[in-house]
């Protein structure tokens, strides 16, 4: 990646803020000074949308969830907050003509954002469909399951968020829980989701999954390094999805689908910088997106290097 | 007050009543209590218990609550002739359309609040506590405009009540625009809940313009099936006289609804088949099977053969006003329309899921058990609503006020 933005704290002003600080503030008080022993769940349930929070409530919230998290896996974690990098339009690139369909990056997208191994979750679909036809969504598999790959006359899509720019998915969310943060990334606060699967109706990539148990990812080699909006262990009931790995991609570094790839596939980067992969490959290939009838105008393009 | 003792009184109608009111009674609660059991374990478990997943991420549920929507929409039914026509027969059994409304509504939100994964934070959707996605969110907008059917149902059906109870007249500068306003009311809930669906592009079976029109059609089916059906086990069972000429008005109602419920059927069929596009296999899921998944087949096909029977039924004059065959009709309807506004209208807009896969969706033990609970919850709303509206509009349950003076 090329950008070289530093991280900065943007605090909007939001006209519902003041309201809200006092309403929210008066609210879990007269409860918590009288129930401390208690103040954990009434923290958690007067808990306000990420988007409405001050840095200071943002630190107490990431601070209670690192002590949670490390009582349940007996690591220390970091939860970061980091908020959207500015000048920075993340976008993804991926070669269909280089894709073997080993499907590295979706082991490498399990570990990395701690997805549930039972019930399984994989934020990446390998699609595999006959090399005759192209790309044809009504002749695709998720399942195949061969000794190599590529298999003879067979093709392959990995398909995840797309991180569109016209997203269904916020749109139709009832409490705005899930947003097209300022840096390009469609982003959820698991605190805030209702768990009424709206989004999973109106997403026409598939890329966002439910979790219909408690997820449970590996314990041992769980990635401690977290972000609140990112790969942070994840409550049952809530959606979740590819996040082009915020907790990653904020620092500066490759998401882990890019870094797993072993045929150089995968190509991310900021479309607003003009010396980046993504901006090289925009320009001097032809690409395609998937569904651009649906006026979603993602930020993931497919090309045929 | 009277209002007091009009609410003292109810609670002492709902609590005598003969063995079969009884029995009836216990057997809604019976299966409310293994509804709710059913309920706590799938929060305990997650909703990994239902039948739905990722690729099919709506089912049962959420097909209850839109067809129930129909027969809260579809009390209007009984309402516009009534009111604006002012027929006779017709105005004293509003009344009950509109409990019926309530119970449904109460239903609806039964089955949505089951669906959701943390129901505990619902308030995330209030303005000002929470953050509602409004207007930008349809699921936003069929809460607002439920909430306000309920309380708008809910209180001509109190204020008539207790105007009854006093042996009063109603207020008709009051009451008449709250019952003209309730006729836009009933279609924007169907409308909208239609355009939860309708707006979203990535189902191309639910993107269809048709949808709106078609959840109406169907729902001024399926509502006044279930009154023909109650007001007959009202007279059978209470004193209560509904004139025969009133259900046959009714019935005649639906079937100039089926009617054209069954005409833009065929258009979207039409449109699927000729136009052949990517788009058709969802239709053919439903109507033939895809790729040997056949399990919704069998009840699509029992859906439209129950509407068409029922629309030959209601159309003709001869059937429509011989009870045996118009209760067949009512029958029909109410399953046909379950059927196609509940499984037959959410499994097929799922499957195959977006990127191509097939998930064959059938209803788990624990989404069958809670739906009945839910169910039972809003019969069992019902029946105790009606155990205290009967009496009132047969003048047999009233304020001391009035004893004295007018017996």
Not at chain 1, 122 to 128: A, D, G, K, M, T
Not at chain 2, 339 to 354: A, F, R, S
Request: glycine share 6%; charged share 20%; hydrophobic share 45%.
């Amino acid at each position: 990646m090329t950008d070289k933005h530093t991280p900065k704290t943007t605090t909007k002003a939001c006209s519902r803020r003041s309201f809200l600080k006092t309403a929210g503030k008066a609210l879990p008080a007269v409860p918590l000074l009288s129930m401390q022993t208690e103040a954990g769940f009434l923290e958690r349930f007067f808990q306000k949308n990420f988007k409405e929070l001050s840095t200071r409530e943002k630190d107490q919230i990431v601070k209670r969830l690192e002590q949670e998290y490390e009582k349940e896996y007996g690591k220390k974690f970091t939860v970061g907050a980091e908020p959207a990098l500015k000048g920075v339009q993340f976008a993804y690139a991926l070669d269909l003509s280089r894709c073997i369909g080993c499907r590295k990056c979706v082991y490498g997208c399990v570990t990395e954002n701690n997805l549930s191994i039972d019930p399984q979750i994989h934020w990446i679909r390998v699609l595999e469909m006959d090399e005759e036809e192209g790309v044809n969504l009504h002749n695709a598999t998720p399942y195949y399951n061969h000794k190599k790959v590529p298999a003879e006359g067979k093709a392959y899509m990995p398909v995840q968020c797309q991180h569109c720019r016209n997203a269904p998915c916020t749109k139709v969310c009832p409490v705005q829980a899930t947003w097209l943060d300022d840096d390009g990334i469609v982003v959820i606060d698991y605190d805030w989701c209702i768990g009424c699967r709206y989004c999973i109706a109106a997403c026409p990539y598939g890329a966002r999954h439910f979790n219909w148990a408690k997820p449970k990812p590996k314990r041992e080699g769980i990635n401690t390094n977290t972000h609140y909006l990112g790969n942070r262990p994840r409550m049952k009931g809530v959606v979740e999805k590819c996040t082009f790995c915020v907790q990653r991609t904020r620092k500066g570094k490759y998401p882990a689908c890019v870094e797993a790839c072993p045929v150089g596939a995968r190509k991310f980067g900021n479309l607003l910088d003009p010396e980046s992969e993504v901006s090289y490959i925009l320009k001097h290939k032809r690409v395609f997106i998937l569904k651009e009838e649906l006026n979603t105008q993602p930020k993931f393009y497919y090309f045929y290097g | 007050m009277y209002f007091i003792e009009f609410i003292k009184g109810s609670v002492k109608q709902v609590t005598t009543g003969n063995k079969y009111y009884w029995a009836w009674v216990v057997f809604l609660c019976l299966l409310i209590v293994i509804g709710t059991i059913a309920y706590i374990n799938q929060m305990v478990s997650g909703l990994l218990v239902t039948s739905m997943r990722d690729q099919v991420p709506w089912g049962m549920y959420i097909g209850n609550f839109t067809f129930l929507v129909g027969v809260a929409a579809a009390a209007v039914v009984l309402v516009i002739p009534a009111y604006i026509y002012n027929w006779g027969p017709i105005k004293e059994i509003v009344i009950f359309g509109e409990l019926l409304a309530i119970s449904a509504i109460i239903m609806c939100i039964g089955f949505v609040v089951v669906d959701v994964g943390h129901p505990e934070r619902v308030w995330h959707m209030l303005p000002l506590l929470g953050t509602m996605n409004f207007p930008s969110s349809l699921l936003c907008w069929d809460v607002v405009v439920l909430n306000m059917y309920f309380l708008l149902n809910f209180s001509i059906a109190t204020y008539l009540l207790y105007k009854a109870f006093m042996r009063e007249d109603y207020n008709h500068k009051l009451v008449t625009p709250l019952v003209l306003f309730s006729i836009p009311m009933a279609v924007s809930i169907h409308t909208v809940t239609a355009f939860l669906y309708n707006g979203l592009a990535a189902r191309p079976f639910w993107n269809a313009s048709i949808l709106a029109p078609r959840f109406l059609a169907s729902a001024f089916c399926s509502g006044p099936a279930i009154m023909i059906i109650l007001f007959q086990v009202l007279r059978k069972t209470t004193k209560f006289k509904i004139k025969d000429e009133a259900i046959w008005k009714v019935a005649e109602l639906m079937a100039y609804a089926m009617g054209f419920n069954l005409f833009l059927l065929i258009a979207e069929v039409f449109k699927e088949f000729y136009s052949d596009t990517h788009h058709l296999v969802h239709t053919k899921f439903m109507l033939f099977g895809y790729h040997g998944h056949h399990n919704i087949v069998m009840f699509t096909w029992f859906a439209i053969f129950a509407s068409v029977a029922a629309f030959i039924i209601f159309v003709i004059p001869s059937t429509r006003k011989n009870f045996l065959t118009l209760n067949v009709g009512c029958i029909l309807i109410y399953f046909g329309v379950y059927i196609e506004k509940g499984v037959g209208l959410i499994i097929p807009g799922l499957t195959p899921d977006v990127l191509g896969e097939i998930y064959e969706y059938t209803p788990s033990n624990t989404e069958i058990f809670v739906s009945m609970g839910i169910f039972s919850l809003g019969f069992l709303i019902f029946t105790l609503m009606m155990k205290v509206a009967v009496p009132i509009t047969r003048g047999e349950f009233h304020s001391s006020r009035v004893s004295v003076s007018q017996e």
